[in-house]
């Protein structure tokens, strides 16, 4: 399983950006797809996950600002980001889940700055 990601950049505080990640390779029906990110000397943290279902659970700091979705039949996340802050600023990865395992992606930076 591969998964790439796709869409990080340099935004300005209350801008938006729209990253996907596509998921290759032995993909099984059931799974959770993700978002993770890691700030600069701070650990990994969830930002959202979203089920086959198409049901999703957000951290609270995105909560009504981040929209994840997703393409089963293309295997493909997204996590729509609206009104960024400075603090938003990271490396996203997804990530996939299923049986057991846990699969990431080579990471995109988003930098919100002015």
């Known amino acids: 399983v591969q998964l790439q990601a796709f869409g990080g950049g340099l935004v300005q505080p209350g801008g938006s950006l729209k990253l996907s990640c596509a998921a290759s390779?032995?993909?099984?029906?059931?799974?959770?797809m993700g978002w993770y990110r890691q700030a600069p000397g701070k650990q990994r943290e969830l930002v959202a996950l979203?089920?086959?279902?198409?049901?999703?659970n957000y951290a609270d700091s995105v909560k009504g600002r981040f929209t994840t979705s997703r393409d089963n039949a293309k295997n493909t996340v997204y996590l729509q980001m609206n009104n960024l802050k400075p603090e938003d600023t990271a490396v996203y990865y997804c990530?996939?889940?299923?049986?057991?395992?846990?699969?990431w992606g080579q990471g995109t930076l988003v930098t919100v700055s002015s």
């Open positions: 979203i089920r086959t279902t198409g049901s999703a």
């Open positions: 390779g032995s993909i099984v029906s059931a799974n959770f």
């Open positions: 990530n996939l889940l299923q049986l057991g395992y846990a699969y």
